[in-house]
């Protein structure tokens, strides 16, 4: 069946868990579509798993429109949204408004998601009057890294808690239809999901949100040394890749890939006319 706005909040109404997965091309586009994820993410986090920065500032919104547009081809049923990238919507009204409709109008995404909570109230309720749905990002939200003194945990004090509780009941009622959170205690999750009539989408927000979004290289063991405490592994890709890439390389120096039934054949009376 294919998601939209309106299943997808059906699903919370019904108390079926929502799956979301980060997702940057059309490779894995298609086999997260065959899998029945509920909805992908493009994140900003591209500019860290795909591009290699050390943090999502640097990403661009070509960068976005670029994987955004890849992913789309490769879904179906499977709803896409794509991150607004650092200083696309903080800068005003109109940058937000014409942000966001690039990434529908050029990424083909069905939704946006920025960061931020009654500071960007305004930018969700006019991306909304667009008409363009809105996703929410509370917690820790890491394009404000310096300003936040890095990755660290959020919402543990009384202030920070109450902050972020009323930052999400604040990006509800100026349209957002759902909300991550991430990186906040079990139990202020719980309580915002509670309290709110969307959606929430927890990433290290503990078992009580409405669903879980993970980056895809992180479940599948793709890196090697950082592993955040929410992050589980449910393979290890990382190894299989690089037995694999050790494989070939040993199969090529060593003579034995390619084989006869990897080569083409011709008649060896063409052979003989040209070989002179
Ligand atoms: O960019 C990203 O991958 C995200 C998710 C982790 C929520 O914003
Ligand atoms: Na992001």
Known sequence: MKKTVTTLQQQKLE??????????DYTTACLMEAAGVDTVLIGDSLG????????????????????????????????????????????????AVMNAGRLMKEGHAQAVKLEGGAKVCEQIEAITKA????????????????????FKVQGKNEAQAKQILEDALAVEKAGAFMVVLECI???????????????TIGIGAGAGCDGQVLVYQDMLGMFEGIKPKFVKQFAQIGKEMKDAFSAYDKAVKGGSYPAKEHSFGIDD???EAIDL
């Open 185 to 199: 205690p079990e139990k202020l999750a719980t309580l915002i999901t509670k309290r709110l009539t969307i959606p």
């Open 15 to 24: 108390g079926r868990k929502i799956s979301m997965l980060t997702c940057y």
């Open 48 to 95: 860290m798993t795909m591009l290699g920065y050390d943090d999502t500032l640097p990403v661009t919104m070509e960068d976005m429109i670029h994987h955004t547009r890849a992913v789309s081809r490769g879904l179906k049923n499977t709803f896409l949204i794509a991150d607004m990238p650092f200083l696309s919507y903080q800068t005003s009204i109109y940058d």
């Open 269 to 271: 009376e063409v052979i």
């Open 131 to 150: 008409d363009i749905p809105v996703v929410a990002h509370l917690g820790l939200t890491p394009q404000s890294v310096n300003a936040f003194g890095g």
